[in-house]
């Protein structure tokens, strides 16, 4: 049977929705004086969080051979920006390509649990691309990475994805566009069409990729920051898209239920970048709460579980987290969203580690046979605490009879329960010390530090492509 569109004729254009022109005007004329001290603290956080997960991300071995073959398509003319952790440059473009699919190889990098998604990861490498190339101040580098984080941000909150949809590459091509128009001095008039133009350039992304261990997932915050430096580009080219293309997208198209009383909502008030989390466990964040828990559990044993004395463990958590019940990953993105995996490699390692996901624990017999033993439900009392709470119940049952349980309600590192200051900057040592060493780690998180009072963002810059 022939389907036809459930479009009306367009007769004539419709008027400019209220909360675009509200978010336009607000876009344009924010400075860093009206930013929050909390908001810029927490900018500069995330910004020096995301370098150090792009660092660490680029040592795989897909980022570095991606990176040879983006610069023998792209040459050596143009501008070019560091590909950090590569201590190499790149044209700017392809910067911000491998940048960001660097900064999620790892699943380490921030989030912000209202949105159900990783603005920050969208936004810095372009931001950051962006700023060098143009000379601007760190000051207006914190601005625009924070107005980028912020509607994309909105966006997840106020529309619902498909359920079979993945939320990266998605709204946050939206974030990576506004920060980019913003470093440009864009008018109210030409962030409107920047952010009209993006809402169509994300990607149809899909869920199974995470699930299913295709790598082609760890780009498409990539092609995000990708995409927004080229909205920009095109919307300066004379481009021109949808009236209100962020409601057609997010309303009709990838998403259900845009509200766009949610994008205008204590706008200049309510930072998002401040509502967000950080990650210490190297997997998912739906493993997080049960992770957590067996943290609870371990001490009350004593400090370690031996995986041959287990008989069993059991995970009651939310619905997405009980999706992650597989128990034969084949590859370290496949180990970083199985939740029976991401139990079993943290009983052996001590730690959700980078390493207790490599290929090392993959084939580790004990990390496999103990996976094997983990079973993963939904509870739909707890699927009821979202999207605020991130609950997880796990029971451990030995071979002995003896049995250990601990609930956990939400995340470590989330706005309920955040992580001081010292862990978040002890994270960034460990993920930048084998790239730079401790010396030039320490340069780079000082000149994030004091970024908003810096003239210029190029001594950062060049910090990153050594």
């Known amino acids: 049977m022939l389907q036809t569109p459930d479009v009306a004729p367009v007769m004539a254009l419709p008027p400019v929705p209220e909360w675009l022109t509200r978010w336009s005007d607000f876009a344009a004329e924010v400075r860093l004086a009206d930013l929050d001290r909390g908001a810029v603290h927490r900018t500069r956080q995330v910004l020096y969080d995301s370098i150090a997960a792009i660092a660490a991300g680029a040592q795989e071995r897909e980022v570095r051979d991606l990176a040879d073959r983006l610069a023998a398509l792209g040459g050596t003319g143009g501008i070019a920006t560091p590909a950090i952790g590569l201590h190499r440059r790149l044209p700017v473009a392809a910067a911000a390509l491998v940048n960001g699919t660097a900064g999620t190889m790892l699943e380490l990098d921030e989030g912000n649990q209202f949105a159900r998604g990783h603005p920050g990861m969208h936004v810095v490498p372009a931001a950051l691309a962006t700023a060098g190339r143009l000379g601007a101040s760190g000051g207006d580098l914190l601005v625009a990475i924070a107005l980028g984080y912020e509607i994309g941000a909105r966006v997840g ?105 949610e994008m205008t909502a204590e706008l200049g008030t309510r930072w998002e970048v401040a509502r967000n989390y950080f990650k210490r466990h190297a997997c998912c964040r739906y493993n997080h709460g049960a992770l957590d828990a067996l943290a609870r559990i371990a001490a009350e044993a004593g400090g370690r579980l031996d995986p041959a004395a287990i008989a069993r463990v059991d995970v009651a958590t939310y619905v997405w987290a009980a999706q992650l019940a597989g128990q034969e990953p084949h590859n370290m993105l496949a180990a970083k969203f199985s939740l029976p995996f991401s139990i079993a490699t943290t009983i052996v390692y001590g730690a959700a580690t980078v390493e207790a996901f490599r290929d090392g624990a993959l084939a580790d017999a004990t990390i496999r046979d103990l996976a094997r033993r983990v079973f993963v439900t939904e509870d739909k009392a707890l699927t009821a605490r979202l999207p605020g709470l991130r609950p997880a119940r796990v029971t451990v049952t030995l071979t002995d009879g003896r049995v250990f349980a601990a609930e956990s309600l939400t995340n470590r590192g989330d706005t309920e329960d955040p992580y001081s200051e010292h862990e978040i900057r002890a994270k960034f040592f460990e993920l930048t010390e084998p790239v730079w060493g401790r010396a030039h780690a320490e340069r780079i998180i000082r000149a994030c530090e004091t970024l908003d009072g810096a003239p210029t963002v190029g001594p950062l810059m060049e910090l990153l492509a050594a």
């Open 157 to 261: 909150i106020a529309s619902k994805l498909r359920v079979t949809m993945h939320p990266h590459g998605t709204w946050g091509t939206v974030g990576a566009a506004v920060a980019v128009a913003k470093l440009h001095g864009a008018d109210a008039d030409h962030m409107r069409e920047v952010i009209n133009v993006a809402s169509t350039l994300g990607l149809g992304t899909s869920r199974r990729t995470m699930l299913e261990g295709g790598t082609v997932r760890n780009s498409f915050a990539g092609w995000s920051n990708h995409m927004g430096l080229i909205a920009w580009e095109m919307v300066e080219a004379g481009f021109t898209g949808e009236v209100d293309g962020i409601a057609t997208v997010y309303g009709t198209v990838i998403a259900d239920n845009f509200r766009p009383d």
